[in-house]
């Protein structure tokens, strides 16, 4: 056993700190989140990531490095190929994934692939294009409920949503839907990382609402991860946000589904007070659906303030024997075009009450130093086949 009893590692989706040296192969070169966010308003104000380092590790035009930062932080680079959430989840926790999940952004969804959805679920398929969620409620949802019809659509992630409205389509009807979708789709030429069923309620434009019954019908990890490690050992590993589906339940013994980020960092908050011996992985999704996606630079910069309030609660809580880290999957520049996903490097903000001291640690060529430290605190090892090295030494 290491020095830490309990290691919370939040993942702020999205929240990327400047392009990757391979951001041009991706159409991302000139990509960098926080920094854009940062340069677009007069005011950012966050004096929690201020005091773990954030400013002092990415320049920021009006918020000052400190002169003594809490904790320990340092870019991490991506070496698995791609720009998803599930990949940069699954290499945070060991795997190197080289082939990347498709995705079907430009054209839709192929023909064979509809065809045998539509014979199997009995229903005409609607929509097949990137949408947001919103747009594509806005557009189809009235059809929906008038004729039965389903809507399928993507976004610039590797997944195939299918909408349904609660009262006419019915909950359970759509995750049979999408159960369907998920076998089909295990076809190599057809996999996408996840399935997501997408209810709504309301009855007409301008009523549309999406509820948070929401379900993702993810891949399973290629292989064993940190978190199968740490479960196998006896040790809690306790899920909140997205993190059960991105794992498709693998490796956790508990999981608290989040209605917002402000929800998962008022979940992480309480967790904090309960006894625990293990780990607790928060993503928070909404810097990445709600604001990175949809191209929204004040939007973002908002939700960076509301956790930074949150962090500064969860902060107090910490005990000696506590370990926070905190990390992102990817980038999502909201001052980028298009509205994918962009290839950059992610923060890493690691801060103790008890540590010794604070700073500059070089940079990690993988985001699986995460789950390599996480690992060598509790005595663990890797699975075999993972990749990553610990900075447990440097953190302590």
């Given at each position: 056993?290491?020095?830490?009893?309990?290691?919370?590692?939040?993942?702020?989706?999205?929240?990327?700190?400047?392009?990757?040296?391979?951001?041009?192969?991706?159409?991302?070169?000139?990509?960098?989140?926080?920094?854009?966010?940062?340069?677009?308003?007069?005011?950012?104000?966050?004096?929690?990531?201020?005091?773990?380092?954030?400013?002092?590790?990415?320049?920021?035009?009006?918020?000052?490095?400190?002169?003594?930062?809490?904790?320990?932080?340092?870019?991490?680079?991506?070496?698995?190929?791609?720009?998803?959430t599930m990949t940069g989840h699954w290499?945070?926790?060991?795997?190197?994934?080289?082939?990347?999940?498709?995705?079907?952004?430009?054209?839709?969804?192929?023909?064979?692939?509809?065809?045998?959805?539509?014979?199997?679920?009995?229903?005409?398929?609607?929509?097949?294009?990137?949408?947001?969620?919103?747009?594509?409620?806005?557009?189809?949802?009235?059809?929906?409920?008038?004729?039965?019809?389903?809507?399928?659509?993507?976004?610039?992630?590797?997944?195939?949503q299918i909408c349904g409205n609660e009262e006419t389509f019915g909950?359970?009807?759509?995750?049979?839907?999408?159960?369907?979708?998920?076998?089909?789709?295990?076809?190599?030429?057809?996999?996408?990382?996840?399935?997501?069923?997408?209810?709504?309620?309301?009855?007409?434009?301008?009523?549309?609402?999406?509820?948070?019954?929401?379900?993702?019908?993810?891949?399973?990890?290629?292989?064993?991860?940190?978190?199968?490690?740490?479960?196998?050992?006896?040790?809690?590993?306790?899920?909140?946000?997205?993190?059960?589906?991105?794992?498709?339940?693998?490796?956790?013994?508990?999981?608290?589904?989040?209605?917002?980020?402000?929800?998962?960092?008022?979940?992480?908050?309480?967790?904090?007070?309960?006894?625990?011996?293990?780990?607790?992985?928060?993503?928070?999704?909404?810097?990445?659906?709600?604001?990175?996606?949809?191209?929204?630079?004040?939007?973002?910069?908002?939700?960076?303030?509301?956790?930074?309030?949150?962090?500064?609660?969860?902060?107090?809580?910490?005990?000696?024997?506590?370990?926070?880290?905190?990390?992102?999957?990817?980038?999502?520049?909201?001052?980028?075009?298009?509205?994918?996903?962009?290839?950059?490097?992610?923060?890493?903000?690691?801060?103790?009450?008890?540590?010794?001291?604070?700073?500059?640690?070089?940079?990690?060529?993988?985001?699986?130093?995460?789950?390599?430290?996480?690992?060598?605190?509790?005595?663990?090892?890797?699975?075999?086949?993972?990749?990553?090295?610990?900075?447990?030494?440097?953190?302590?």
């Amino acid at each position: 056993m290491g020095k830490y009893k309990r290691i919370f590692t939040i993942v702020v989706d999205s929240l990327g700190v400047g392009a990757l040296p391979d951001a041009g192969e991706y159409g991302d070169a000139g990509a960098d989140t926080l920094g854009h966010i940062s340069q677009y308003r007069d005011g950012f104000y966050i004096p929690n990531l201020q005091k773990l380092g954030m400013a002092n590790l990415h320049p920021l035009k009006q918020v000052e490095a400190v002169e003594t930062p809490l904790g320990y932080y340092a870019y991490l680079y991506e070496a698995s190929t791609g720009k998803d959430t599930m990949t940069g989840h699954w290499e945070m926790m060991g795997l190197h994934i080289t082939t990347p999940f498709r995705t079907f952004t430009e054209t839709g969804f192929p023909k064979e692939l509809l065809d045998e959805l539509s014979a199997r679920t009995g229903r005409v398929i609607i929509g097949n294009k990137s949408a947001s969620g919103t747009e594509i409620l806005e557009e189809l949802a009235e059809e929906e409920i008038a004729t039965g019809h389903m809507i399928v659509y993507t976004s610039a992630d590797s997944v195939l949503q299918i909408c349904g409205n609660e009262e006419t389509f019915g909950l359970e009807e759509l995750y049979r839907c999408c159960e369907i979708a998920r076998e089909i789709t295990m076809k190599d030429e057809w996999k996408v990382g996840r399935i997501i069923a997408r209810p709504y309620v309301g009855k007409k434009k301008g009523e549309f609402k999406r509820t948070a019954n929401r379900h993702d019908y993810a891949l399973k990890p290629y292989g064993a991860t940190a978190l199968n490690a740490l479960k196998d050992a006896g040790f809690d590993v306790i899920s909140v946000g997205k993190i059960f589906d991105i794992f498709d339940g693998e490796g956790l013994t508990e999981s608290n589904k989040s209605k917002s980020s402000v929800h998962g960092m008022e979940q992480t908050i309480e967790i904090a007070k309960r006894d625990f011996n293990g780990l607790c992985y928060v993503n928070l999704v909404d810097f990445d659906a709600l604001w990175g996606h949809r191209r929204d630079v004040e939007g973002y910069a908002q939700e960076i303030e509301k956790f930074d309030v949150k962090l500064g609660e969860l902060l107090g809580l910490l005990k000696e024997d506590d370990l926070l880290i905190i990390t992102a999957d990817h980038g999502n520049d909201p001052a980028h075009t298009g509205t994918d996903h962009t290839r950059e490097r992610v923060p890493f903000l690691a801060y103790s009450p008890s540590m010794a001291g604070s700073g500059r640690l070089d940079d990690a060529v993988t985001f699986a130093v995460i789950g390599a430290t996480i690992t060598e605190n509790f005595g663990v090892g890797m699975p075999e086949g993972t990749i990553g090295s610990s900075l447990y030494e440097k953190l302590v």
